[in-house]
Each structure stands twice: as structure tokens, then as C-alpha cells.
């Protein structure tokens, strides 16, 4: 089974930006898909970003053009780069992973069935 680990997370500063990893404890087929998930507290967990197993990207309107997602195969890694980070981004961040080929948008919670324990990401103004 695949354990994911999300680091990376932490305090910025509006406009700056972070780089979240979330690494695989174990090896995962090349058409695996991904996603990355926010949470605000007392809110449902949403998809912010995914990527499909043949690279195609989707993202939530409120981080598009700031937010992209990419993996890294040789280091088993997910990665969320975070740019121009605003007050409303602070949240906790989830890595999300799917042992299946698929293709399409998935920003469903459901869509996932490999889930990291989150990493607090606060952005302040």
C-alpha cells in the first residue's frame, strides 16, 4: 500500500509563495493519477488541482494561474506550487492518489483512494 507524506506547508506572507511535496512511501505505476485537496475548518475537503495519467491538468477556478501541480516519477514525488498565495488560501493541504488509469478532471473526494495527513499552510496580510 502506498502511504503519502505532505510537507513543505508553513507561514508566508500575501504574494509570496510555497512548494508542497508529498512523497510516496512506496512505488506507484506511471498512469497513476493525483490531486490536491484544501480544507478550511467546519468545510467539506475540496480539489484544487489534479492531474490525470497522462499529464492532463485540472484546477479549481480560485487557484487557477497561481497553483500548479506536477510529479516528479524518478523521486515518487507530488508536488503544489503555490504562487501569489492570498489570506483565503490558508487551509490544510492534502496529497491524493489513484492506483488506476483514468483520464479526465478529478476533484472529487471521491475520486481518490490514497489520501497524506495533511500539511497547514497560513497565509498572512
Known amino acids: 500500500q502506498v502511504q503519502l507524506v505532505e510537507s513543505g506547508g508553513g507561514s508566508v506572507q500575501a504574494g509570496g509563495s510555497l512548494r508542497l511535496p508529498c512523497a510516496a512511501s512506496?512505488?506507484?505505476?506511471?498512469?497513476?493519477?493525483m490531486g490536491w485537496f484544501r480544507q478550511f475548518p467546519g468545510k467539506e475537503r475540496e480539489g484544487i488541482a489534479a492531474?490525470?495519467?497522462?499529464?492532463?491538468?485540472s484546477y479549481a477556478d480560485s487557484v487557477k494561474g497561481r497553483f500548479t501541480i506536477s510529479r516528479d516519477n524518478a523521486k515518487n514525488t507530488l508536488y503544489l506550487q503555490m504562487n501569489n498565495l492570498k489570506p483565503e488560501d490558508t487551509a490544510m493541504y492534502y496529497c491524493?492518489?489513484?492506483?488506476?488509469?483514468?483520464?479526465?478532471?478529478?476533484?472529487?473526494?471521491?475520486?481518490?483512494?490514497?489520501w497524506g495527513q495533511g500539511t497547514q499552510v497560513t497565509v498572512s496580510s
Open positions: 512506496g512505488s506507484i505505476d506511471a498512469w497513476d493519477s
Open positions: 492531474r490525470d495519467s497522462l499529464g492532463s491538468t
Open positions: 491524493a492518489r489513484h492506483l488506476a488509469f483514468r483520464r479526465g478532471s478529478f476533484l472529487m473526494v471521491s475520486d481518490y483512494t490514497y
